[in-house]
């Protein structure tokens, strides 16, 4: 029985911005994918490639879309005019600063110690595409925030400086910070006040929480050591290693208390006949038991003694 119906070809469910469609049917860019070096992995990723529809001059240069699918556990397909696709996994389309790829370029060839052009600093023989970059809006322009220059506006030669970059990441995390903040998204603590009905303005964000939040967003695009260097420059304390202390100390407080309970159990009655033992320090709880009033109490062992036994 034939499978009628039923997509042959490979395609995506995807979502994109408005404006890169706008875009594609009006520029003679099309759309394509390319195979790039992840800047944080290293690994290759695929990207979607179009004209740039956000910026005005006749030179609008190309933009950079990362691709993100969304896979639910359950199975599940799409149905596409007169077709079913199998793959029903959801593809979402966001623009990236291409800098952010280029980067490790950069910082691999600053062990040279010296002044490159663009075009031999980007090289990847894994990755050819990767000399796609430098036709990317973004970067050519915005190369001296993260590297020295020397040159004319004919011929440029580029050198990675570390300082520039923490100093370009900062600016960055910032702007991410104020993204959170305008669009009242809650982070650290803050989720769970979020949770409630009614807003609990003491559990609100904190602007250490909305600082490392918005780092570890950032990150997502650094290499680890980068990454490393970003957050000390930024001065966020390392809270993961105080937390680890914490319930290590936690756990040794439970350790103490378990066995000095335990002595004092397993410490009544076991002196030898004859020898009175040592009365300890009362507690407070101790100390307000005493002076109750146990007139008309039954002694506790009463309720544990068989019924026939005190017949006569």
């Known amino acids: 029985m034939s499978r009628i ?5 490979r395609q995506w469910v995807m979502v994109l911005p408005e404006w890169f469609l706008k875009e594609a049917e009006s520029s003679d860019c099309d759309p394509h994918f390319i195979k790039l070096r992840h800047p944080k992995t ?5 990207f979607l490639v179009g004209a740039d529809g956000m910026h005005g001059g006749k030179d609008k240069g190309r933009a950079l879309l990362e691709m993100r699918a969304l896979v639910e556990k359950e199975p599940r397909s799409w ?5 079913v696709q199998e793959d029903g996994k959801l593809v979402l389309c966001t623009r990236v600063d291409p800098l952010f790829l280029t980067l490790p370029y950069l ?3 600053h062990a040279k110690g010296k002044f490159e052009p663009l075009s031999q600093i980007v090289m990847d023989q894994e990755f050819p595409a990767c000399s796609f970059l430098a036709e990317c809006v973004g970067v050519r322009s915005k190369l001296h925030a993260v590297a020295d220059e ?8 580029y050198k990675y400086s570390q300082e520039k970059t923490l100093a370009w990441l900062e600016t960055k995390v910032a702007r991410v910070v104020k993204a959170l903040k305008e669009k009242s998204i809650p982070v650290g603590a803050g989720v769970k006040s979020a949770l409630f009905i009614r807003p609990d303005t003491s559990g609100a964000s904190s602007e250490e929480e909305y600082l490392r939040y918005a780092h570890g967003l950032i990150s997502e695009y ?8 970003l957050q000390e420059h930024l001065g966020i304390f390392d809270v993961s290693l105080v937390a680890e202390g914490e319930h290590q100390a936690s756990k040794k407080r439970k350790r103490c208390d378990l066995r000095v309970e335990a002595a004092e159990d397993y410490s009544k009655g076991s002196h030898g006949a004859g ?3 040592k ?9 307000a038991l005493a002076k109750v009033d146990r007139t008309g109490m039954k002694s506790i062992s009463s309720f544990f003694t068989a019924k026939g036994e005190n017949k006569s």
């Open 150 to 157: 020397k040159g004319n506006a004919d011929q440029k030669f």
């Open 42 to 46: 290293g690994e290759g990723t695929t």
């Open 107 to 109: 910082q691999r060839a």
């Open 222 to 229: 650094l290499e680890t050591e980068l990454s490393s260097r």
């Open 275 to 277: 020898k009175a033992a």
């Open 279 to 287: 009365p300890g320090k009362q507690t407070t709880a101790q100390r």
């Open 79 to 83: 149905l596409i005019g007169q077709s």
């Open 5 to 9: 119906g039923v997509a042959q070809e």
